[in-house]
């Protein structure tokens, strides 16, 4: 099977190698403080010997990660049936909404009703804001695609790799770490140029609380934001531009990231 990850905003998964090229040589601990999709952690997982731990503070994210790794042979069946009558029994837009909804008003299982909300609606605004609107994977002619499977072992496999999850404020997970010679911590904050909002109220004092934590603790940090005039007037002789690069990938995207370090 392959790594799936959520699709969620500020997904780094095409951005690891750059992300890789500036981690230490060692480290026993890697702590992903703003998990998101946790692209950052399987990958590290997948590479090191060491123990990945995901924080966010989406608990919608954090229980959808969860249900995938603690899923049992009934949640799976009950998903694989679903999709499969959408796949072969329901071949326009109308009726697969209405089997949707009927479905999920038969539903016991607060588990199938939630996955059915993430994944048969538009799965960032439901985990974000709260939306739930049926949003199949319908082609133009208004026929279901029945390439366009929901990949749920896959993602079952991906995050039960991840050793622990946690729902926590991110200056309660750096405070836990702050000693730890041998843990290294990445940040990846929200961003503070984008009208999203993460459903998060990160602002700028919070990134000076967070360089002024790199400069006084011993785990090493890294952190991984948009680049920008504030982040580049913080860099001293504690904390070191390591890279600027572009997000090549997305063509009509001209931000630049950038990776800081403490080490």
Not at 84 to 89: A, D, E, F, P, V
Not at 153 to 165: A, F, G, L, P
Not at 240 to 248: A, D, I, M, S, T
């Amino acid at each position: 099977m392959k790594n799936r990850f959520i699709p969620y905003f500020g997904n780094k998964r095409k951005e690891f190698d750059n992300i890789d090229k500036q981690l230490p040589h060692s480290f026993d601990v890697f702590v992903d403080v703003f998990g998101g999709s946790g692209s950052v952690s399987i990958n590290v997982k997948d590479k090191y010997n060491c123990n990945v731990f995901y924080n966010d503070t989406n608990q919608k994210l954090i229980r959808l990660i969860n249900i995938f790794r603690n899923a049992d042979d009934n949640l799976i069946k009950n998903i694989e049936e679903f999709n499969y009558n959408l796949i072969y029994k329901h071949k326009n837009i109308e009726e697969g909404k209405k089997y949707l909804d009927n479905l999920y008003n038969s539903l016991k299982h607060d588990d199938m009703k939630f996955i059915m909300k993430c994944f048969f609606s538009k799965l960032q605004l439901y985990l974000i804001q709260n939306i739930k609107i049926w949003q199949l994977p319908f082609n133009k002619k208004g026929f279901y695609n029945s390439p366009s499977k929901i990949y749920f072992d896959d993602y079952i496999n991906t995050y039960s790799k991840i050793d622990e999850i946690t729902n926590k404020d991110y200056k309660e997970v750096l405070e836990k770490y702050k000693n730890d010679e041998n843990t290294v911590l990445y940040l990846d904050p929200p961003y503070l140029t984008k009208k999203i909002t993460y459903g998060s109220s990160f602002n700028q004092k919070d990134i000076d609380y967070i360089i002024d934590f790199m400069k006084n603790c011993n785990c090493k940090i890294l952190i991984n934001p948009n680049f920008d005039e504030y982040y580049n007037n913080k860099i001293d002789d504690r904390i070191f531009l390591k890279e600027v690069y572009n997000k090549k990938y997305e063509s009509r995207n001209k931000d630049n990231h950038c990776i800081i370090t403490n080490y």
